[in-house]
């Protein structure tokens, strides 16, 4: 019998910041600490760094040996084959191999990594909002728009991993605004922080109210200013609220013929307006709803913070990993003269 | 030890006809009859004749005591609740308890339920083009547009068991075409058989060119007559077909972000217009995929015989019915006069 050992490691790999913890069988995070994630141009510099950080912890925190698995949440990181795959805004390289990486240096830790929000859904369904649902979208309103599907009480990876990608479901299809992934017209281009910005550049632009944020250089806009400006009752931009909010709920009532799941919950920056956004969504999504399905779905803010939420969820992966590096055995071959003393 | 029986019995309830057929474990149809699902009004009436039409089908073939479960497709039929729940083509009221009407008359026999549409996808999982697929979905390209779909090797119910109703997907967001479902702009409005009537007779009131579906009554045009048109070559015709594929392949790309399915497969009537449907749909989908998953998905039209696949599909459910009538034991309630006599 194999003991499971008390601790899992979690790391989140965001643009910005890579955040790494150590988590315990009931999600209390032992300790965390983070490092830079674009410091190092190298990968196995920033590995070099994570690992020593990582070390740390578990020397101050007396968890050597004690580390049943480590959970990566990173940006395009698949499931199946471990790697980080054409990553936006990581500067290593267009394919990553994170698990076997992580794996090695961890002396042959089993890591299983996903993508972000995946991670934040496996996070909710474990320790937060969505505890006990078998059924429920996690909808990740940050830079961009990202998604994290759990029907039957698994996460949904489709036949290559990269399945949940509802921030690219298509919204206009005529006219729409151009979207990174190199399409037009979705989602993430309207209702993610970048896409509310937008908004507001494009209302600024058509309509001629005075409003607070014309203050602003109109390029350097950002759904904060918008939020803020909203806050302190200004008309335009309580209208980029209304709009995002009405597309959302569009959305979202797309989302529930496919699954029908018990919640959709939202998460990331932008899901912090409150009221401001949930109104105008809810107020859609009725509208917008198959019969069968009204009133039957909640629209529920995530309640985990948002710096523990993405550690826990990629610590819960931990307690499954299974992939684990193993040293390549030294392949000696030897020339026997005789054949015939064989065994 | 329970012994599994050799046969299970499938029956798909159409909105003309009610087909059961016995099969056995390699998914041959031993035998198969049916009945006109609209000829009693009243429910009992119609399981009666069901029942008597299926005991007559077991006698013939020697399988008394040898059906393992009964599967049954049937059009708004919940698995979770064993309930047909407002079905649109049924007599027989909004809320019509089957799994617990036809396990009882069968003397017990396990019964499991659900729509038509995930029928079809368990017929196809089974023995059809998706037999070893744990990630595919199904849809039915019929009166109305149906999906089956498939993850992880299941079918997605969703929280209350109506989940895949990807014919009411929103497609025309302004000034969409009024659905069954009491909405506008839905997938089915479109793309379904009665849709492609819709496209016609909308294309030969725009357009001008003489074409051989203005011999027809326009009210009376069928898909057929359009299928029929089409391959004779009539340009209005072939571009309903045009219209259809693309719609299709913009839906179908939105559904392949959500569980990037490992193929789609089309059944039903319209799915028979082969190549006069699918490369438009292949065009449409190759354009409007997002990049990741472009050339991933495969679009198959369904090998099943659609007579067979319903049933074949039903009977599949057979196998892992757990639903068993019961009969009430009847309460006795026995006054003593000394109660001191209790045990």
Known sequence: MTMIKPYV?????????????????????????SIKTRKHANFDDYIKELHDGAERLIKLNDAEGKIQGIGIGAPNANYYTGEIVNPPNLPWGPIIPLAETVSKVFGGIPVAITNDANAAALGEMTYGAARGMKDFIMITLGTGVGSGIV????????????????????????NGRICGCGRAGCLEAYCSATGVARTAREFLEIRTEPSMLRNLDIEEITSKDVYD????????????????????????ADMIVFSSPQAIILFGGLAKSGELL??????????????????????????????????????????????????????????????????
């Open 278 to 343: 949930l109104r105008p969504l809810q107020e859609s999504l009725e509208k917008n709803i198959m019969p069968i399905f009204k009133g039957k779905t909640k629209v529920i803010i995530s309640e985990l913070k948002e710096s523990d939420a993405a550690v826990l969820g990629a610590s819960a992966l931990g307690w499954e990993a299974k992939y684990r590096y193993e040293a390549p055995t030294t392949a000696v071959s030897v020339k026997h003269d005789d054949d015939s003393e064989k065994a």
């Open 9 to 33: 490691m979690g790391i989140d790999i965001g643009g910005t910041n890579t955040v790494f913890g150590i988590v315990d069988a009931r999600g209390h995070v032992v300790a965390s600490d």
């Open 229 to 252: 400006a909203a806050m302190a009752g200004d008309a335009i931009a309580k209208d980029v609220f209304e709009y995002t909010g009405k597309l959302l709920g569009e959305a979202i």
């Open 151 to 174: 029907v039957n009480g698994q996460l949904v990876y489709g036949h290559d991993g990269n399945a949940g990608e509802l921030g690219h479901v298509i919204m206009k299809r005529n």
